[in-house]
């Protein structure tokens, strides 16, 4: 069923490749708590995007991939839902990746005339990560961290001169790694802000939409 006048406008925006096998219905059932919250009967019903501007959700068979930029009205309740699509995506992964999930306080949206003039929009930004194991996971962390990293100290030092920083941030994630095999969680991704599916929040408004 349709949800009307919900506080937030939620994009989801990534690409995830998937095992050979991986079929339409594999792929259907592991979004299934994505499509029934959207209200859809099945995922083709669910895959076209409020904005007819965003490709919405595509299953590539040909070359194994899922794609989605997709946007849902929706609750906070959404990510519950986003932490159950995780753990389904990790089974027909075939590698890491990383998923952008933007929240858009719809009382705060700029497009509108007159936009509230009092309180504070209540966006929010969160990375989600989803693989098929712990490893893959942490590189996808890792890489983005260094691109991140690296981005912002170019302004200062050459990128020559950055080689020691990116060995520290390799030896945290060994760390990481290491107490997660230490801790026989091996089958579990760490969780809470900076690892795991959660990835932390964003300040300030992003654009509406990703492509």
């Known amino acids: ?20 096998d991986a ?14 919250y959207a209200g859809a009967k099945n995922l083709a019903d669910a895959a076209e995007s409020a904005y007819e501007d965003e490709p919405g959700i595509r299953f ?6 899922l794609q989605m930029c997709w946007t849902v009205a929706g609750d906070d309740d959404f990510r519950q839902v986003l932490d159950e699509v995780c753990m389904n995506l990790n089974e027909i992964a075939s590698a890491g990746a990383a998923f952008e999930v933007t929240f858009y306080d719809t009382e705060f949206d700029g497009e509108e005339e007159d ?19 712990p490893a893959a996971i942490m590189q996808v962390q890792r890489d983005l961290l260094v691109q991140d990293l690296v981005g912002m100290m170019e302004r200062h030092f050459d990128g020559a001169e950055l080689g020691g920083v990116v060995a ?7 760390q990481r790694f290491d107490a997660l095999v230490s801790s026989l969680e091996i089958g579990k991704p760490p969780r809470g802000p900076g690892g795991g599916f959660g990835g932390g ?3 300030g408004r992003k654009p509406r939409h990703l492509h």
């Open 168 to 174: 520290e941030v390799d030896k945290l994630f060994a």
């Open 1 to 20: 069923m349709p949800r009307y006048n919900t506080p937030f406008e939620i994009h989801v925006h990534g690409q995830l490749a998937l095992v050979n």
């Open 23 to 36: 079929t339409f219905e594999s792929v259907q059932e592991a979004l299934r708590p994505l499509w029934k």
């Open 115 to 133: 936009p509230p003039q009092e309180g504070e929009s209540r966006d929010d930004f969160v990375m989600l990560f989803v693989g098929p194991n």
């Open 60 to 65: 590539n068979s040909p070359e194994h991939l």
């Open 201 to 203: 929040h964003g300040g």
